[in-house]
């Protein structure tokens, strides 16, 4: 599990860096952006991900830890219409303490549920030096984890699993102000999650927002340079109780609100990024664990 | 012929020479386009309209301007660049060509410059 952690640290030292430059800005960190990709055009993103989960209500005393690296390949069919594809890979470690008293890990790693999803530009408006776009997306996410995974204890609990083992649709919509300065994204999107090995992870429903601000150059010269932007977003995210046998776990689902400060270092062909997600606000249900925080950095390629 | 008529045609003979080679020096310089692009408006979208721009047959240098939301496109010898081509190009890039014209040669930005 730990072998993730050097790229990813190395990663976000690196955004340190260059945010170093000068004070500390294109594209969303946490989700989809509405610009375009062009005709015939690839962009690939990686990013690597630590997710901690702690604070447990309950005598079990959880803690999760997730370390994972998700690849994304954008195709352009056309200039409007771009088809995505998205492959996790996660290594997830739970520790708690047993009835009896001791502690114990249970963990797994492998490809998790990988995703598939068309985007449609429907609206353009391009002016000098800005745009703005919005563009549905639907998508479908395969069960290509292993969603029956075992350890020395049995099975590992549902949540654990790489896979869901399950079909889920989603959809949703993403707009983009972009202007040289600054960009505004926003999206909404709804994942109606379905049943698979009788449990069935709740509907999710979520809101995000972001905010890319040019730090450097701080004026624009000939050329095209590098643009380092300060980012800010804020994620909404609800997600319902889960059901067991059809019948909802009262420890599951939740409303959370994650903001989250991070970097972007943007050139023509590629752009470095790190951002840090801290829950603002949790309600959760039952004894749900509690997110601490989460670290996402990594990189995208034009080609 | 007289001295002063030979020196005359001696004079029009240079001045038609020179003439001739400033003519062949312009129509022998690359044909060059300033393209105005909307939209343009980051690095990374910068990399998508090049491409295209590139993929036209003839383009010999690109240089862009973000600022300006400008591509000066240089073309090889003899070549020539169509406004209807360089706009289905800034097109397939996601983007709206606003303006097409020729500049005199030495006249687009050299910073930025993209040779491809």
Known sequence: ??????????????????????????APETFNTALPVGRGDFVFREQFLYIKASDDPSPAD???EVLGSISVLGYG??????????????DKELDLTTPGGQRMTRSTNGIGDASLFARYTVFQKDLPGRNFRIAPFLGLKLPTGDDDDRDGFGRLPQPLQLGSGSWDPFGGVVATYQTLDYQVDAQLSYKANTKANGFEFGDEFQFDASLQYRLWPRELGAGVPGFLYGVIETNLLHQAKNKISGTNDPNSGSTKLFLSPGLQYVTKRWILEAIV????VQDL???ALKDDYSVRAGFRVNF | MNFRTFTQRIQRMAIALSLVLVATSV???PATYRLHVDGLACPFCAYGIEKKLNAIEGVELLETNIKEGTVIVTMKDGAALDKATAK?????AGFTLNGFERVAPGDGQRDGAHKQ
């Open chain 1, 1 to 26: 599990m730990r072998h993730l952690h050097i790229p990813a640290l190395a990663l976000v030292l690196l955004a340190a860096a260059i945010s170093g430059l000068r004070e500390a800005h294109a």
């Open chain 1, 62 to 64: 959880r803690t999760l």
């Open chain 1, 77 to 90: 069919a056309t200039s409007d219409l771009a088809l995505f594809g998205v492959l996790p890979y996660l």
């Open chain 1, 277 to 280: 997600q801290l829950p603002v």
């Open chain 1, 285 to 287: 249900n039952g004894m």
């Open chain 2, 27 to 29: 129509l022998a310089a």
């Open chain 2, 88 to 92: 289905k190009a800034v097109k397939e």
